[in-house]
């Protein structure tokens, strides 16, 4: 599922259901990679008020980047 954000940090995201992997595109044009991400985290981050602040808390340094 790719889902656009409005954020300043984070331009759009795309999660593997299947695989757990998640893909965040980032405003400066640079790419993450996370692996084992719960969907539960993908689905708060797309609700969140501030999507880099919860990047920045709940997900940076968290899970393992490919």
Do not use: C, W
């Amino acid at each position: 599922m790719e889902t656009r954000l409005q954020s300043k940090l984070i331009e759009a995201i795309n999660y593997k259901r299947e695989t757990r992997h998640l893909t965040l595109y980032l405003t400066n044009g640079q790419r993450r990679h996370y692996e084992d991400v719960p969907e539960g985290i993908v689905v708060g981050l797309a609700a969140a008020a501030s999507p880099g602040d919860f990047y920045m808390s709940q997900i940076r340094g968290r899970f393992r980047t490919t």
